[in-house]
């Protein structure tokens, strides 16, 4: 059970008692916060102990909910704007009260329907969640302690002349080279990927396949899979042209070889002179 209520947070809380607005929940600390009756359901008995987060509602009043938002406290998100005014705009966050940006935080006018990628702060002067769009003041300066090939979670948040510029693990600054990709990425996407290399300013340059071993792991099932699809027979070789490839494996032609060269000595697949195909009795 949690021991304090955190606001912008998923909270573990007893059931202490059932009102008319609602349940009561408990913490740790004795303090408790409103359930309403929107979310209460049959089985929710006193004693019960539920997951809920803690938010506020119309009148800024601090509740529970039993609804799961698009992003926590000091996490990022992309969120559709559902209104734009001269004090600030409203963004769908997945609860029924919008989570308010302040013009300030915005690094221009936002327009209703634009997708935005956001940090939710808590707001001291307000003592309620907000957006930020100033995504690069919350990301560490730290170097970070990666391992080459370590995975990570990734979130794309802007796209430049030399890649795409992606949250790492919540907390530092990464990039994916467009030489990099060989699959549609766009902002806004959250995926796994793989560290490439950490450099001396604590920039990471990130990789969508795995390293090393692994990327040539990936690549085999990824090939082998696609030529299950498409019957076991495909025509691609060693000499197919990299766009080909690009567009129908998703992989650079070096991957592509190397997946084949793997295939082959497994005795997964035969290579003939224009064709790849599937041998007998083996599955993706």
């Keep these: 059970m949690t021991e304090k209520i955190k606001l912008g947070c998923m909270n573990e809380l007893v059931i202490d008692r059932i009102a008319p607005p609602g349940a009561y929940l408990l913490a740790g600390d004795g303090e408790d916060v409103l359930l309403p009756n929107r979310y209460l359901t049959n089985d929710m008995k006193v004693g019960a102990i539920l997951s809920v987060f803690i938010t506020t509602d119309s009148e800024d009043r601090v509740v529970a909910v039993t609804e799961r938002p698009v992003a926590m406290v ?7 704007v559902i209104d734009s005014t001269d004090f600030g705009a409203f963004v769908d966050w997945g609860l029924p009260k919008d989570l308010f940006v302040p013009k300030r935080n915005q690094k221009k006018p936002f327009r209703k329907g634009e997708r ?8 001291e002067k307000t003592d309620r969640l907000v957006g930020d769009e100033h ?11 990666f391992g080459k090939g370590e995975d990570v979670n990734v979130l794309l948040y802007a796209k ?27 902002v806004g996407q959250r ?7 950490v450099r001396e300013d604590g920039k990471i340059d990130i990789s969508i396949n795995p390293i090393g071993e692994m990327r040539k792991i990936g690549a085999a099932e990824k090939v082998l899979a696609i030529l299950t699809k498409n019957g076991g027979e495909m025509l691609f070789t060693y000499k197919s042209e990299a766009e080909d490839i690009k567009k129908k494996f998703e992989l650079s032609k070096k991957n592509f070889k190397a997946a084949l060269t793997q295939l082959i000595d497994e005795e997964k697949i035969t290579l003939k002179e224009d064709r790849i195909v599937l041998n007998k009795g083996v599955k993706a």
């Design 160 to 186: 430049t002349d030399l890649g795409f510029k992606v949250i790492v693990n919540n907390k530092y600054e990464g990039l994916i080279f467009h030489k990099e990709i060989f699959e549609p990425l766009f």
């Design 135 to 145: 995504i690069s003041k919350y990301l560490s300066k730290e170097t970070p302690q």
């Design 74 to 80: 000091d996490e990022f998100g992309i969120f559709t």
């Design 191 to 197: 995926r796994t990927a793989y560290v490439k290399l």
């Design 116 to 123: 935005k990628i956001l940090r939710i702060v808590y707001d």
